[in-house]
C-alpha cells in the first residue's frame, strides 16, 4: 500500500498556520486518498534542535498528538506515532548524515534563519535537522509528503539523498514527492505579512494559536494589519494584510478571491474582518472543543500505543535492510 505521511515539531502550540497549511490538508488528503495509509507523527526529535523545557516539551508532544485527532483525522485510517519511540528513526538520520554534504546542510533556508535568530549559541543537530527529516520520509517509503511551502527545499534534499543512497547502494528508497496545498501552504503573521505566521515569533498579536481562547482569537483577527485603501481586493504585493486574510477566508470557507471580493463590494474591512473573525472562531472551536475530549482520554493513548508499535515494526525491517547494505554490523 501506498503511504503518506507527515509530521510536526512540538514547538509551542500550533498555530493557525500550522492548520491551514499542513493538518486541514492531511484531513482532506484522507477523505480523498482513499487507497493510501496515512502516517502521522509528533517530530519531537526535532524539537530538541533548539532549547525546550523538558515539562512543556511533553505537555506540547501530546497536544500536538490530540490535535492531529481533534482536526479530523480518522484514528482507524491512520499510524499516528511519536518519533522519538521508534529508534530506527536516529540511526537512519546518522545514515543519511553520512551521505549528505556540509554544503547542501548550508544551503537551506530555515537554518539560515533559525541560526540567525538564535542567541544562546547553534546546536550542531540544528544544521543536521535536514537529514534526520529525511529519515523520517525514506523510511517508510512515503510517497507523498504533505507540508506547508517553507519545507519544499528540506523535501528537495530528502529526494536528492534518497536518489544518491540507491544509486550507491542499489534501489533501497522511494523518491517521496511533496504536497503543498494551492491554498493556505504559507499563512503570513497578522501584525507583519512579510514573515509567516509561526509558533515562535515575538509578537504574540500577529499569531493564532489554535488552544487559545476564542475571544482572543476574534480580537487578534479585528487588529490584523491592512493597508489605507479600504477596498477588500486580494493583491499579495501591494495589498499583503488583506490579501493573507482573505487566504485565511477561502482556505477555510473554499470561495474563491473573486467570490470573496463581490461579497464585499462597498463594505469596508471592518465587515470582512468581523465576518472572519466568526468563521475562524467557528472552525477552530470545533478543533478545540474535540481537543478537549480528547486530550487526557485512554484513547488517545491507545492510539499512540498501536501507531508505536505498527511503526516499530515497518521501521525496524527497512533499517536492518539498509544497515545491510551499507554494510555496517556482521
Ligand atoms: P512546524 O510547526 O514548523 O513543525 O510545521 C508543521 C507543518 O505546518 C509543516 O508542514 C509546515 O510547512 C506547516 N506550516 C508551519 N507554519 C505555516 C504557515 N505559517 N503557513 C502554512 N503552513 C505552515
Ligand atoms: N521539519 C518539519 C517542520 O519543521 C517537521 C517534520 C519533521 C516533517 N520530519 C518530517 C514534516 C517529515 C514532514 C515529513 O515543519
Known sequence: MNIVLSGIKPTGIPTLGNYLGALKNFVRLQNSMTDYEFFVFVA????????????????????????YLACGLNPERLVLFIQSEVNAHIKLGYAMQSICYMGELERMTQYKDKAAKQTQGITSALFTYPALMAADILLYDAKYVPVGDDQKQHLEL????????????GETFVIPEPLIPKKGARIMDLQDPSKKMDKSSDNEKGCIFLLEPINSIKKK???????????????????????????????????????????????????FKKDLAEIVACEVGKVQENFNRIINSQELESILNQGKERANLIANRKIDKIFKKIGLGR
Not at 519531537?44 to 490535535?67: E, S
Not at 530528502?158 to 540507491?166: G, Q
Open 44 to 67: 519531537d526529535l526535532h524539537a530538541i534542535t533548539t532549547p525546550q523545557d523538558p515539562k512543556t516539551l511533553k505537555q506540547n508532544i501530546k497536544n500536538v498528538a490530540a490535535l
Open 158 to 169: 530528502t529526494r536528492d539523498l534518497a536518489i544518491r543512497f540507491n544509486n550507491r547502494y
Open 221 to 271: 483577527i479585528k487588529s490584523a494589519v491592512t493597508d489605507l485603501e479600504t477596498c477588500v481586493r486580494y493583491d499579495k504585493e501591494k495589498k499583503p494584510g488583506i490579501s493573507n486574510l482573505m487566504t485565511i477566508y477561502s482556505t477555510i470557507t473554499e470561495l474563491s478571491f473573486a467570490e470573496i471580493e463581490a461579497k464585499y463590494v462597498g463594505k469596508g474591512y471592518g465587515d
